[in-house]
Each structure stands twice: as C-alpha cells, then as structure tokens.
C-alpha cells in the first residue's frame, strides 16, 4: 500500500525532502534571474506596454490588470489580486496561525519569516 510508505518516513526524511525542495526552489530562481537580468530575457504583453520577467509574472499581470481578477476575503473588507496571498491572509488574520521557533520564544505569521529567524538566530539548528 503506498500509504504505508509515507507511514514510515521519520522527521528526518521530511527535512531532507524539504531541503531538496529548497535547493530545487533556489536554482530556479537563480535561472530566472540569470535569464531575466543577464540574458535579457522578457515576456511583453500583447495587450499593453507592460514587460513582465517572468511567464507566471505576465499570467498574473494579464488576470488582475486586463481581467480585474480579485479575492475578497469572506470575512472582512480586504480584497487582493492573488489567491495565495488571500490564503495567508485568511490564516493569519482569521485563523490565528502561527508559527513559533522550537530554540526560543519568538513567533511569527508567515513559515517565511520563521525560516529566516532560524538562519539568522539559531545558525546551524535544525528545525
């Protein structure tokens, strides 16, 4: 049962699994940088003047700015252009979540942040 497999992953295995995404994360940002800054490399709109960096970049462009494509929170006035950042929205504003370091008491909103605190505070800990 392939069930079972995910059964047998320890927490060790998790945090390589997450590593190897942060490295996979890292070398693509790497390349759309190296295209975008370095080779030059752009995605105009056919609609407008706008130059994006990026494919998903101009997908967000064309979808909030030509289809006014908006998120409204179905709790309170706040409305974004993206669905993620309506999600962190959501979690953090109306869920509560938080995400609290495991070496002292500092606690944020955003997984991002804590990820930073952790290099930048408790360099070389494994979280």
Partial sequence: DPLDIDK????????KDHDLLRVHQKKSAEKTHQDTQHKGVQYPCN?????????????NHKKTKL????????QCDYTTTRSSILRMHMENKHEGVQYPCNQCDYTTTRSSILRMHMENKHEGVQY
């Fill in 47 to 59: 609609q407008c003047n706008y130059i994006a960096t990026g494919r998903q970049v101009l997908c």
């Fill in 67 to 74: 289809e006014g494509v908006q998120y409204p929170c179905n």
């Fill in 8 to 15: 047998e992953k320890t927490s060790e295995d998790t945090l």
